[in-house]
């Protein structure tokens, strides 16, 4: 069973940041993919940012070069840099890994 909490969402201004953490339980996070995807009200869920185990990463095209995604895997631990953060960026934003196990989201708002 993989347990999946994430954390550091909340509401930002445009052009702020912020850096969500996703905390995993179990014995896979090392050997898994881990993701960010978010959902926007009325939307469907979309891909932000993937990480492999090995550290390769790939992002949507609307985040690329404002998100960053990392790993700690010392620490069980998925980041997501958010820079330059604008309102479309405006979501629940979930961490994943391997696409099975979901955590329960954190709420990202940027606003002014």
């Known amino acids: 069973q993989v347990q999946l909490v994430e954390s550091g969402g909340g509401l930002v201004q445009p052009g702020g940041s912020l850096r969500l953490s996703c905390a995993a339980s179990?014995?896979?996070?090392?050997?898994?993919?881990m993701g960010w995807y978010r959902q926007a009200p009325g939307k469907q869920r979309e891909l932000v940012a993937i990480i492999s185990s090995g550290g390769s990463t790939n992002y949507a095209d609307s985040v690329k070069g404002r998100f960053a995604i990392s790993r700690d895997n010392a620490k069980n631990t998925v980041f997501l840099q958010m820079n330059n953060l604008k309102p479309e960026d405006t979501a629940v934003y979930y961490c994943?890994?391997?696409?099975?196990?979901w955590g329960q989201g954190t709420q990202v708002t940027v606003s002014s």
């Open positions: 179990g014995s896979i996070f090392r050997s898994s993919s």
């Open positions: 994943t890994a391997r696409s099975l196990f």
